[in-house]
C-alpha cells in the first residue's frame, strides 16, 4: 500500500533515500530534544528521524498518510501526531525547543516560513525543502532580484544557509520546478523586542515599491520628522541590510 499524492495538499513525495538523508543530516540535533516534521507523507524523513534521541511530532493533515505512518512505523502511535502546522501553537510541549524539518507544500511555502518567524523563540532551527525560487529568496543578499520581503524578516531572526539543489525527477509526481534545501538557524541580533510590529510594517512599505527611494515608499506610515534627512530615505529597501532595517525601525521608534 501506498499514498496517492493529492494536488490540493501540494504533495510531491521524495523518492530518492540519499537525498532525504542528506535533508535530515542538515539538522544538528543539538540544543533541542524535540522536532516536527511537516508533510511526512509516507515517511522518507520520518524514518531518520526516529532513529535519533529526539522526539519526533509530525505535523500532517492528510488522513490516508496518517493511517499509512501507523500502520508501516510502530513507534508512531496518534500522539505522534500534532495536525495541521499553520494552526500549530508550538507552546504545546510547555515551551520546550522544538526544530522543524519538511519537504514543504510548495503552495504554503511562505506561510511556513513566517509561521516559523512567528515562533522563533521556540525554534532554534529548521532544514526544509522549498520551491527553489523561495529558497533562493531566503537566502538571498542586498542589491539582488531575490533580497526582498521574505529575506529581510527570515534573516532578522535565523541566519540562512543554501545547502543544495534538488532536481524534478526524484519525486512522484515530479513537480514542474527545481526544489531548494535550506537550513535556519536561530541568530542573536538584537533590537527588535517591542519593534516587530513597526519592522514588518517598514520592511514590508519599502519593498512594496522596490523602485521607489524609502523617502517615497515609507510616506504611507508618515516618517518621524527627525528621520526625514535620515541617509536611508535616499536609498531603496534592496539596498538596506537587515542590520540597517533593525537600527532604523529602532531609530524610528524613539522618535515618534
Excluded: C
Amino acid at each position: 500500500m501506498s499514498v496517492k499524492a493529492k494536488k490540493h495538499l501540494g504533495q510531491h513525495f521524495l523518492t530518492d533515500e540519499n537525498i532525504a538523508k542528506k535533508i535530515v543530516e542538515g539538522l544538528s540535533f543539538e540544543n533541542y530534544t524535540n522536532i516536527m516534521e511537516v508533510g511526512p507523507g509516507m515517511g522518507v524523513l520520518t524514518k531518520y528521524l526516529l532513529e535519533k534521541e529526539q522526539t519526533t511530532y509530525l505535523a500532517e493533515i492528510d488522513t490516508e498518510s496518517i493511517e499509512y505512518l501507523k500502520n508501516n512505523y510502530s513507534t508512531i502511535t496518534d500522539d505522534t501526531f500534532v495536525g495541521d502546522f499553520l494552526k500549530q501553537d508550538f507552546n504545546f510541549i510547555n515551551g520546550e525547543q522544538i526544530a522543524v524539518i519538511g519537504n514543504f507544500p510548495y503552495n504554503i511555502s511562505s506561510q511556513i516560513l513566517f509561521k516559523i518567524v512567528d515562533y522563533y523563540q521556540l525554534v532554534p532551527e529548521m532544514v526544509g525543502m522549498f520551491q527553489k525560487e523561495v529558497a533562493e529568496r531566503t537566502a538571498a543578499v542586498p542589491r539582488t532580484k531575490d533580497y526582498g520581503i521574505l529575506t529581510v524578516l527570515i534573516q532578522a531572526y535565523y541566519d540562512v544557509k543554501y545547502l543544495f539543489t534538488v532536481h524534478e525527477n526524484v519525486f512522484n509526481p515530479p513537480p514542474k520546478v527545481k526544489s531548494g534545501v535550506i537550513r535556519l538557524t536561530r541568530n542573536p541580533k538584537e533590537g527588535l523586542a517591542g519593534n516587530e510590529v513597526l519592522f514588518k510594517q517598514i520592511v514590508k512599505a519599502g519593498f512594496n515599491q522596490r523602485r521607489k527611494k524609502l523617502s517615497n515608499s515609507l510616506k504611507v506610515l508618515n516618517i518621524p520628522e527627525a528621520l526625514k534627512t535620515h541617509e536611508f530615505l535616499d536609498k531603496r529597501a534592496e539596498e538596506l541590510s537587515v542590520y540597517d532595517f533593525i537600527n532604523f525601525t529602532i531609530l524610528w521608534k524613539e522618535n515618534q
